[in-house]
């Protein structure tokens, strides 16, 4: 009976993650063939790479989506930084306010924050531009930096800050050296986070892009009402799989190290 | 001292207006706007237009109907999948956990049009059945976001509890129903209401799997957007608002677990 309900688990798990990778599996697997469907093969060929990296318009999208993420994970990760230090150290009711409003985008559905963010816009005749979109990915990103710094701030010994004063180090000095160092892991973390969320948004770069500007969301969003997805954005899905593939087994190695080196 | 204690606070200060300035004033503008013409009078015409039309009521409603049907699909698929993978029924449990998460690393709307042209493939045509692949577009990209929760709470059950409820008689069913449900509950109501407004708010997944066909609460605002009626999106806008605060005001009291978005990497 046991044995049994052990192969029915694994059975079941197992069923679950072919059909969650089946998609993208089956984008892969047609990447090796020059058809203009999946579902057609038309023998085995590298030719949509080379295609790929020539498709000027595809190359720009990915270039766009990636300058967009880093420079909002950039500006978030600052200001969340310094707003999760000023908001520790806050007054009490200041702190409540302050961590009240940082959820409120987390909260939200995406899109009434996309919708405020463009009568934000709209009201004051600001043109959309990349400020615009960089600032709407600021609010979506910017919460998530917040909350993840706030747990190594209370985790953190106030002693040693206060002991780094009494040695005679000035404030700012003190922060850098005492309370940055210990924050970091989490400043890391926001920071990745921010690039994931930026890469995989869709609604708010919808709602406050300039229109000529498109992200891979928005290319891809407007060649499916098209039809089926073009050709050279199944060999996109591969670099892209492979890209995040090496990249989780990279950081899972290193965490794994500092574990055991902490041991 | 004090004069310390004010550096470090006033770091803040730019974080609270940026806040304020693009999260605050947006929602008062939206609230604004949902109440006033084009000449910027106050009036009640931008709610009653949309309550007025058929088509808004039938939006709510199949809005309605399909979050309660993803959020109740999602629960009872991720539900067993979080138990088998915290209850090392299953090798490498943090390394399963991770592949399960691994699909979200494609970007969300290559994600979804892979999945609709595989469907397309085998038949299932979301032109002609524009309800059926969106919901299986909505369960594909949801699921994630419940067997997190519902892992990191599974992970922390007392066994012993398990392990004692049977060894003092309970059938298994008793069991699971007087022991595992009651303790699982904190993260059944996070993946609940991870997946329950957004599906909801959601129109890329109904508009690329249902091909433009079907009409939830979160494609009626994108349609106003893109027709540049401010007032009448803003109106749909204060709806949404006002369901997520019922979401969270019926919630308030139940143990959640924390965000999992912050848990994705």
Known sequence: MKKATRIFARIFVWTMLVLMYAPILVLMVFSFTEADTIGVWNGFSFGLYPQLFQDEELVTVVLNTILVALASAAVSTVLGTMGAIGIHYSRRRMKAALEGVSQIPVMNAEIVTALSLTVLFVYFGIQFNFITLLIGHVVLTLPFVVLSINPKLQQMDPNIYEAALDLGARPSHALRRIILPQIMPGIFSGFLLSVTLSLDDYIITAFTRDTSFSTLSTYVYGATAKGALPPTLRALTTVIFVFALVLLIVINIRSHRKKEAAR | ?265
């Open chain 2, 1 to 265: 001292m004090s004069k310390i204690k004010f550096t470090r606070k006033w770091l803040a200060l730019p974080y609270a207006l940026f806040m304020i300035l693009f999260v605050v004033i947006p929602l008062f503008l939206i609230l604004a706007y949902a109440f006033t013409d084009a000449e910027g009078n106050f009036t009640f015409n931008n709610l009653l237009t949309f309550f007025g039309n058929g088509s808004s009521i039938n939006t709510i409603l199949v809005s309605f109907i399909i979050g309660v049907a993803n959020t109740v699909i999602c629960l009872l698929i991720g539900y067993p999948v979080a138990y088998f993978l915290a209850h090392r029924d299953m090798k490498m449990p943090a390394v399963m956990m991770l592949l399960f998460i691994m699909p979200m690393w494609i970007n969300f709307v290559l994600r979804t049009a892979a999945s609709r042209d595989l469907l397309f493939w085998i038949g299932i045509n979301g032109g002609e059945y524009p309800y059926l692949a969106t919901m299986i577009g909505m369960v594909y990209n949801y699921l994630p976001f419940v067997i997190l929760p519902l892992y990191t709470t599974m992970t922390k059950l007392d066994y012993s509890q398990i392990e004692a409820a049977s060894d003092l008689g309970a059938r298994p069913r008793q069991t699971f129903t007087k022991v595992i449900l009651p303790m699982t509950a904190p993260g059944i109501v996070s993946a609940a209401t991870m997946v329950f407004m957004p599906t909801m708010s959601s129109f890329v997944i109904s508009d690329v799997m249902g091909e433009r066909k079907l009409s939830l609460i979160g494609n009626s605002i994108q349609l106003y957007f893109d027709q540049g009626l401010w007032h009448m999106g803003s109106i749909v806008a204060v709806v949404m608002l006002l369901l997520i605060a019922i979401g969270m005001f019926a919630t308030k009291n139940v143990q959640k677990e924390d965000d999992v978005r912050g848990t994705m990497l």
